[in-house]
């Protein structure tokens, strides 16, 4: 259903356009959300008063009813009940010669900007990063870095004022930790509500600053921090540590980013939860057999019984003896496997006596 504008502003269909001028002075002065009005109220004023405070489109609006209702104006413009507004004509308006049009109240529905609360403002994040050797990144480790960043301050705890001091109310924003600022622009005079500088939002100052950080709540010093490896921490993933990053006065602090750089091993590599190791056999335990110690990464001895190769390169798989999964690293089903590559060695040089020994194996038909 069309909305009747005429009765929006309490005025006739044959008032003139100054009878109508003046009742949405009245209106807007009355239920203006600065001076304590109904946002929705206020809005459905402004807009009765854009159509009929036009001629050509309170013309339309006589002759076809409401012309923006979900469809275009007669000139083509779609959707935006201000086009062809001329705000400019409210300069001789109300108190300081202007009406005050703040955005944030009059579309605060559709935008999320009246329900909403003023975010916190928050610090920066910061990176790092950190060489592990191969054996801490597979078991886990707890590293202590010293960062050089904005933190708060350790003397007045982030309040700025002197230890033992109080804090006072904002003379500028007189407690409410915002300010609202008018403005001059081609569409008239609008207001905006910005939080305070003075006292960082918060409503309070101190009535003696922190000799520390001046006031500010924070200072950049160096901080030392304790980053807690996971067990089984691949090269080049990185730790997130939530509020270890810069701090900021009346917010939260960013966060800090750890990449983490894992030394390859002399022994080992990784393939995803297992170890992989290579180990050289000599021909005759290949054929044979061979019992042999094999020290883990844990720098424990383990006897692993190679059977008799029937291929020049074996894998042989030992349970329990990777990567932790989970970060767990007791029992060893919550870990991967070591496997150990196989490979015969064969000899460079033989002595007369082994050559005789390899030419009997030939005419056995080895």
Do not use: W
Not at 20 to 33: E, S, T, W, Y
Not at 182 to 205: E, P
């Amino acid at each position: 259903m069309a909305k009747d504008y005429y009765a929006v502003l309490g005025v006739e269909k044959k008032a003139t356009q100054e009878d109508v001028k003046k009742a949405f002075r009245k209106l807007a002065h009355k239920h203006h959300p600065d001076k304590g009005g109904e946002g929705d109220t206020f809005k459905e004023i402004t807009e009765a008063y854009a159509i009929l405070g036009d001629e050509k489109k309170r013309r339309e609006y006589d002759t076809y009813g409401q012309s923006f209702a979900g469809g275009s104006t007669g000139s083509g413009q779609s959707g935006n009940p201000f086009a062809g507004f001329d705000f400019s004509q409210f300069q001789q308006g109300f108190g300081q010669g202007g009406v005050e049009f703040d955005f944030g109240d009059m579309f605060g529905d559709m935008f999320g900007g009246r329900g909403g609360q003023a975010r916190a403002p928050r610090g920066r994040d910061i990176s790092i990063d950190l060489e592990i050797p191969f054996k801490e990144a597979i078991f886990g480790t707890t590293r202590k870095v010293l960062i050089g960043k904005v933190s708060t301050c350790a003397t007045c705890h982030g309040n700025g004022a002197k230890p033992g001091t109080e804090l006072e109310q904002c003379k500028t924003c007189s407690g409410s930790g915002r300010v609202h600022e008018m403005r001059n622009s081609i569409l008239g005079q609008f207001s905006s509500v910005r939080a305070c500088t003075l006292c960082d939002g918060t409503g309070k100052i101190p009535k003696e600053k922190c000799h520390e950080c001046k006031g500010h709540g924070v200072s950049r010093r160096e901080e030392e921090i304790t980053v807690a490896v996971p067990a089984g921490i691949d090269n080049g993933e990185t730790l997130r540590l939530s509020g270890y990053g810069e701090a900021v006065k009346a917010g939260t602090a960013g966060d800090l980013y750890v990449k983490m750089h894992v030394k390859p091993h002399p022994t080992f590599r990784r393939e995803g939860a297992n170890l992989v190791m290579h180990l050289p056999v000599k021909l005759t335990d290949a054929i044979l057999g061979i019992t042999v110690p094999v020290e883990t990464l844990e720098g424990k001895t383990l006897e692993v019984k190679i059977p008799a190769m029937k291929q020049p390169i074996e894998l042989l798989r030992v349970r329990g003896k990777g990567i932790p999964l989970g970060g767990g690293m007791v029992r060893a089903e919550s870990r991967g496997d070591l496997i150990i590559e196989l490979e015969v060695a064969l000899p460079h040089k033989l002595s007369s006596k082994a050559r005789h020994a390899v030419e009997d194996l030939k005419s056995e038909g080895l």
